[in-house]
């Protein structure tokens, strides 16, 4: 679920709506099984992109050794 690896800090997203993932999901096999469409872009609300920019300072990344 994306919402999960959004919350584990697997994923985030630019405010262009683009997705951005940690080193631990960056292959083929992992992203098919996730069903994750790197192609595929959000649209993000412009009242979140503070938000998303938080995450991806103090969220995003921390993925590593969990």
Not at 25 to 54: A, H, S
Request: hydrophobic share 40%; with cysteine; net charge positive.
């Amino acid at each position: 679920n994306v919402d999960i690896l959004f919350d584990k800090g697997f994923l985030s997203f630019e405010n262009s709506g683009e997705l951005i993932l940690c080193d631990e999901l960056k292959n083929e096999f992992t992203l098919r099984l996730l069903g994750i469409d790197l192609r595929k872009k959000v649209m993000i609300p412009l009242g979140t992109f503070q938000y998303l920019d938080w995450h991806r300072k103090n969220v995003f990344g921390r993925c590593k050794g969990k």
